[in-house]
């Protein structure tokens, strides 16, 4: 009879959203497994069987980041125009990071001066965003899109949505809404519309 799974993963999106909530407010100093496993409701060894050690555990804060950005973006509608598209998940990444602004600082920021993704981890953050690259590469092969290499349209698209919701999410401009959003993302993809 196999054992019963005592640290589940509705525990471990626990762990990571706390995690990454501590991180974001206070910096990592104020990571400390056991106070994570305190503010969770579970022990330190939980933490250790789930991620091995503080490391392990910084490292999938940045993989959990992606992932859940991925589903985001997997998950945005398509209409076969590739600006409305590019729009659509340029909104499906603001909306995951203003859901998500604890994992967003892991993901883009240095919340833990001393990671660097391995580069496993690496290449599963570049996997998630394979959703813009579709678009972009549909919109060129259907010749909406200027013939122009694929990651140069996508590491446009992705600065300007990054920038636009980094300035957001810092504090830095004032909070946006949907509508003045979708106006800077159309009027700076224009440029790419054949």
Do not use: C
Not at 17 to 33: F, N
């Amino acid at each position: 009879m196999a054992r019963p799974r005592v640290h589940d993963e509705a525990l471990r999106v626990r762990l990571l959203d706390r995690a990454g909530e501590l991180l974001s407010a206070d910096g990592p100093e104020a990571l400390s497994l056991r106070r994570l496993a305190t503010d969770v409701g579970t022990s330190t060894t939980a933490v250790y069987s789930l991620f091995g050690g503080k490391p392990g555990l910084v490292r999938e804060l940045y993989v959990e980041g992606f992932t859940r950005l991925g589903r985001r973006l997997d998950g945005a509608a398509r209409t076969g125009d590739p600006i409305a598209d590019l729009v659509a998940l340029g909104h499906a990444y603001r909306h995951g990071a203003l859901a998500n602004p604890h994992l967003y600082a892991i993901m883009f920021g240095r919340a833990v001066p001393d990671f660097t993704p391995d580069e496993q981890a690496l290449e599963q953050s570049v996997r998630h965003m394979r959703a813009l690259r579709a678009v972009i590469d549909r919109g060129i092969a259907d010749g909406a899109l200027i013939e122009a290499p694929t990651a140069e349209i996508a590491y446009a698209a992705w600065g300007l949505v990054h920038g636009l919701v980094s300035l957001e999410l810092s504090g830095s401009a004032p909070r946006t809404d949907d509508a003045r959003y979708e106006r800077a993302l159309r009027n700076g993809l224009a440029g790419w519309r054949r």
